[in-house]
């Protein structure tokens, strides 16, 4: 099967401190990968550095680009990375209200997407965005209302709605249930593994909630300290650690 990202020795330094460090790993069409650790892990700075938020300080991110095969996106110019990141990518951000445009209706955030990919006409995008605000469960009678009158948990399906209606074949994600009620948490990982499913998603999740890569990913990757400390299967890495960092992590799970 042909790879969809390959990513070689992402090295990121903040002054003499390491943000990641020689993280490299493969990642296939449909299939998830978990990254998980600590708060100051390296985590986020990795995820950043992978979906070009970031300039890492060496390395390299090799996408199966639909045209030329895979392409370098670190070395790609910036109309091209703003083109990869509205059509094959998509970032879910921890905090809804920095992934949405808080001053547009529900609707016109989901169509803005739409809109940068080259649509026009303005009664398909309204369809587009009622199916998609039903997709997330949103009901269509809230396409015109804006996300400031949202609750948490309808704001971050409203961003993925917005993220997903280009359909997009990567999805980053930044501790996409961080800072909701375990009950919209519960609610909310359903829709995204039921969407992963049924659209043949490829996804990077960052989370320090062994639960959430437990259910969403294929693969885990855990870090400390910068540094990719163990990886192998999901169920294989949390059943049966092999590092004592990750056994310490796990153990302190079950211990809650």
């Keep these: 099967m042909t790879l969809l990202m390959s990513v070689r020795d992402i090295t990121k330094y903040y002054g003499r401190y390491i943000g990641c460090a020689e993280v490299s790993f493969d990642l296939y069409p449909g299939e998830v990968m978990g990254v998980v650790g600590e708060s100051g892990s390296g985590k986020s700075t990795l995820l950043n550095c992978l979906a070009g938020h970031l300039p890492p300080d060496r390395g390299e991110v090799l996408f199966d680009s639909r045209v030329d095969g ?20 998509a970032f879910v951000h921890q905090n809804a209200r920095d992934g949405l445009r808080m001053n547009v209706s529900a609707g016109g955030n989901v169509g803005e997407r739409l809109m940068a990919v080259g649509a026009r006409n303005y009664g398909d995008i309204r369809r587009q965005a009622t199916q998609w605000l039903g997709r997330v469960e949103i009901s269509e ?40 009620d ?30 959430v890569v437990r259910l969403l990913a294929d693969r885990l990757m855990v870090m400390k300290d ?21 056994q310490l992590l796990v153990s302190s799970v079950l211990q809650v």
């Excluded at 163990?230 to 590092?243: I, K, N, S």
């Design 141 to 180: 009678t809230r396409i015109d209302d804006r996300p400031t009158t949202f609750s948490g948990g309808m704001q971050q399906r409203l961003q993925i709605a917005r993220n997903l209606v280009t359909g997009p074949r990567l999805v980053f994600m930044d501790e996409p249930t961080g800072g909701l």
């Design 182 to 211: 375990v009950s919209v948490q519960a609610r909310l990982l359903d829709l995204l593994r039921g969407l992963v499913r049924d659209m043949g998603l490829s996804a990077i999740i960052v989370t320090h909630d062994l639960a």
């Design 70 to 89: 895979p392409k370098d996106t670190l070395k790609m110019s910036e109309p091209e990375r703003r083109m990869l990141g509205r059509t094959d990518w």
């Design 226 to 246: 910068g540094h990719v400390v163990e990886a192998g299967l999901t169920d294989q890495v949390l059943d049966d650690p092999q590092h004592a960092y990750t």
